[in-house]
């Protein structure tokens, strides 16, 4: 298996207790046999898999992999809560009153015709992409965690588009 967090390939013996389809990837819910943990496994870093019909698990009579999910805003989890605060415009507005993005969200009307999101998680991650995919109509509230992370995302696209030359330079360039 190849992990993001690792430069090399590990061999890993997980027992599989659910496929998780997520934006586009299939996961694979699992308890690793190493780490003695259940942890969340991309089926894409996957290589040379192969199961062994001798050994048998038993999956946990707890486990329930609507409540594995529970708080979190994607696929990945965490042991901490977040409360996140994010206020959208009057044009985002409509779209964020007309869908439950998170079981825990609760709305309030903001001024201008916006909306203020509220809602409790558990990892950022994809919160943060998913704030950036509404540009200048988001705007993170809290946790300052939060906008820190969004603050560095903007920071690192924008060092990526250098400013425009001004009116004025394009001509001295041209002459």
């Known amino acids: ?9 590990e061999r890993i013996t997980i027992h599989p207790y659910a496929l998780v389809l997520h934006r586009d990837s299939i996961y694979c ?8 943990e259940i942890r969340t496994f991309v089926l894409d870093r996957m290589r040379d898999t192969e ?6 698990f038993t999956l946990p009579a707890d486990f329930k992999i ?3 999910f529970q708080g979190e805003f994607g696929i990945w989890r965490a042991p901490e809560q977040h409360k996140v605060v994010i206020e959208f415009d009057a044009h985002a507005a409509e779209y964020i009153r007309a869908r439950r ?7 309030a009307t903001i001024a201008g015709g916006g909306v203020r999101l509220t809602m409790t998680i558990g990892n950022l991650t ?8 509404w540009g200048a109509r988001a705007k993170v509230v809290e946790p300052p965690e939060l ?9 690192g ?5 250098p400013a425009a030359p001004s009116k004025s330079e394009k001509k001295t360039k041209s002459r």
Do not use: M, N, P
Request: hydrophobic share 40%.
């Open 1 to 9: 298996y190849k992990s993001a967090t690792r430069a090399d390939e």
């Open 29 to 36: 819910v699992g308890f690793h046999t190493g780490r003695q």
């Open 51 to 56: 199961c062994i019909f001798s050994e048998r």
């Open 66 to 68: 609507d409540e594995y």
């Open 101 to 107: 993005v998170h079981h825990s969200q609760r709305l």
């Open 126 to 133: 994809q919160v943060v992409s998913w704030v950036l995919e």
């Open 147 to 155: 906008i820190e992370r969004v603050r560095k995302e903007l920071a």
């Open 157 to 161: 696209a924008l060092a990526l588009y």
